[in-house]
């Protein structure tokens, strides 16, 4: 889908991983020696004051004494709900003034739905939720929802059958369209190149878990505190994850060693999750450059380098 041929060039760069696989450390190497510049593919780290939960290591867009900019971080207030649809709006406005200047944007980030999202040129609709909808659809079962979906439209996202709150929401979208009169805006087309950081079980499970102690011994803790005295604990755990396991120790439903291990396996299985999803892309058609995790961080931009040379410039 992505192999590019001939005098056919790349427009955007595309740099994906699990969670620890050092991303963002390589992207701002990377963008600073193009001068580019980066675009977020991280659907918590555009939430203010959830820093630590969610990964902005800030200080990784330092490369050589300069700061490598980057953007849709920091964007919305936490116990906001950002859509997929708006990062697709909030990508092009950025993506367009990168290309206006001359730039080809690195996109980085390890949110499967977000960089799929513009790699695939997804056709999202701005549908309103529908709590009243909602309750009524919450009293059915899954084989009902199904079903329901299957009458409204044809079934592209076979996820969305395996999740209850996605085949809600599904339903929800597809009645919207039924119902009313939506103008569909074609996303354009662009020919990413797709790097992909990886690593070995054992070295990214190593790497998960040495991570999570760093970030519980850097503030993790006061990081929710500091959330739970304007965002209710229901709103916060939303976000899943570190927000979850942390809020449930912050309001005393679990012991430390709970929150610990807890957290541990859910990280765990969560960038289990994102090399399937990867994966899935790349049975789809998708062609990623997979980088050897653990090879110096020179050498891996050597490498991503020298491909840039034969698909971009």
Not at 270 to 292: L, N, P, S, Y
Request: charged content about 25%; glycine content about 8%; proline content about 4%.
């Amino acid at each position: 889908m992505n192999d590019l041929h001939g005098a056919e060039k790349a427009d955007l760069i595309v740099i994906l991983g699990a969670t620890a696989t050092g991303k963002t450390l390589l992207a701002a190497r990377l963008a600073h020696r193009l001068g580019s510049e980066i675009i977020s593919a991280d659907s918590r780290q555009v939430y203010r004051g959830m820093n630590l939960g969610t990964g902005k290591d800030y200080e990784d867009y330092i490369v050589e004494g300069v700061k490598v900019p980057y953007h849709l971080i920091d964007i919305a207030d936490p116990g906001y709900k950002y859509s997929v649809f708006e990062f697709q709006n909030d990508f092009l406005e950025v993506y367009s003034l990168l290309k206006r200047k001359g730039i080809i944007p690195v996109m980085c980030g390890g949110t499967g739905m977000y960089i799929e999202a513009v790699v695939n040129a997804y056709r999202l609709l701005p549908v309103p939720p529908d709590p009243e909808r909602r309750s009524e659809l919450q009293k059915k079962t899954m084989a009902e929802l199904i079903s329901m979906l299957k009458s409204l439209s044809a079934l592209h996202n076979t996820t969305d059958t395996k999740h209850r709150k996605r085949l809600i929401r599904a339903i929800e979208i597809a009645e919207y369209k039924h119902n009313n009169q939506i103008q569909d805006t074609a996303f354009p087309g662009l020919k990413p190149i797709i790097f992909g950081i990886k690593f070995d079980r054992e070295s990214r499970r190593r790497r998960i878990t040495e991570r999570l102690e760093r970030r519980l011994k850097s503030g993790l803790i006061d990081e929710v505190k500091g959330l739970l005295k304007t965002i209710p604990p229901e709103s916060l755990i939303y976000y899943g994850l570190e927000y979850k396991y942390l809020t449930l120790y912050c309001t005393g439903k679990i012991s430390y060693n709970e929150l610990f291990d807890g957290l541990n396996t859910a990280i765990h299985q969560f960038a289990k999750r994102q090399m399937t999803w990867f994966r899935k892309m790349e049975k789809e058609g998708h062609v990623i450059h997979w980088i050897d995790g653990n090879m110096d961080v020179e050498e891996k931009t050597g490498m991503m380098l020298s491909l840039l040379d034969k698909y971009v410039y």
